[in-house]
């Protein structure tokens, strides 16, 4: 059973359902067409809704802008969709091929296409975002509005739950191993941005005592 391929939907009902098991079939063979076409549908219905969300129903105000700038900001709103879109494939090849790299650093001998698979499937829980996104599009009050973030968290955090059991299969890791690549990347960059801001606030006071001679 397990050298069988998945299809369409028992990739989907795997995932979500079954993970273990699924992602570990996965990390032997990585249905990488199916993934694009998953991550592709998820993406484009999750934007979409979204959208319907901040600009439906006049929701996307500016505040103090004219109205002829506030008309020509909603007509963008498609080509805002679409770069949106071309972001999040974006993230997901760069995602994919950083915790490659952090593995491979770690002695993994992996394949990146099973990385790549994992981080792709991983969208599949924000599918419960449309019906949110949905509800959040008829219902305004404050407190819901605290309630469907809280459910938003909770589908985000299922999301990295499974980029960690698909590391976990695909690099042949320990959960602690897959949860250091994973975090490993954030850590870092966090940690040059911080020293970065540090240097660059030691250095304004010397720039400031500086004067023009002329």
Sequence with gaps: MENEKLGFLELIYGVLLDPLPTLRQVAVQPPVGLTVLIFTLVSVVNVLSITLVTAGKGNLVFPGLPQTATQAIQALIPVITLLWLVLKYLKWFVCSGVLHLVATLLGSHGYVQGVFTVTGLAILPSLFMVPLNLLLYWITAPSFTIIITLLSLLIYIWGIIL???????????????????????????????????MVLAGCLPSLTSLKPNF
Excluded: C, D, H, Q
């Design 163 to 197: 980029v960690i059991f698909g590391l976990r299969e695909v690099y042949n890791f320990s959960t602690g191993k897959s949860l250091l690549v994973l975090f490993l990347p954030p850590v870092v960059t966090i940690f040059f941005a911080l020293a970065s801001l």
